[in-house]
């Protein structure tokens, strides 16, 4: 998450001149530009591998981020977009395992969308059972 912080800098240009009769004089103009100073957190990381592709009666969806994952959800959709397969599971640390059976999928090629609150991705998976 990235916090803005508004701040405003104050440029002060001018010529000033000094007299011996009249003492020193200055000519100064105040200019106000508004400027971003920023705190920014840095984005989680996530390592994603989903294994064995091609599979044959199941497929591993392996997770593991610098913070805590929470729900991981797991979706398998064909290639007409239809979804053929969803599973979800609440992740109580940084890293996950989720197996999934293939046995209810006919042979082809389909899509995997893995999504956290924090993350999503799509995989190609093909499967040969």
């Known amino acids: 998450m990235k916090?803005?912080?508004?701040?405003?800098?104050?440029?002060?240009t001018g010529v000033a001149a000094a007299s011996?009769?009249?003492?020193?004089?200055?000519?100064?103009?105040?200019?106000?530009?508004?400027?971003?100073l920023g705190v920014q957190t840095p984005e989680p990381?996530?390592?994603?591998?989903?294994?064995p592709?091609?599979?044959n009666t199941f497929f591993q969806v392996n997770l593991q981020s610098d913070q805590l994952i929470g729900k991981m959800e797991v979706?398998?959709?064909?290639?007409?977009g239809q979804q053929m397969l969803t599973r979800s599971e609440q992740v109580n640390g940084?890293?996950?395992q989720l197996e999934v059976s293939t046995a209810e999928m006919k042979a082809g090629t389909y899509f995997i969308r893995?999504?956290?609150?924090?993350?999503?991705?799509?995989?190609?998976?093909?499967?040969?059972?």
Do not use: D
Not at 20 to 36: D, E, F, I, R
Not at 45 to 51: A, P
Not at 116 to 129: H, L, Q
């Open 75 to 80: 979706v398998v959709f064909n290639l007409l």
């Open 114 to 129: 893995i999504s956290t609150p924090g993350f999503s991705k799509v995989e190609r998976i093909t499967i040969n059972n």
């Open 45 to 51: 990381v996530y390592n994603l591998r989903v294994f």
């Open 3 to 12: 916090k803005i912080i508004p701040l405003f800098v104050l440029l002060f």
């Open 53 to 55: 592709n091609p599979a």
């Open 94 to 96: 940084r890293k996950t």
């Open 20 to 36: 011996a009769q009249t003492g020193a004089t200055a000519h100064v103009t105040v200019t106000q530009v508004p400027c971003a």
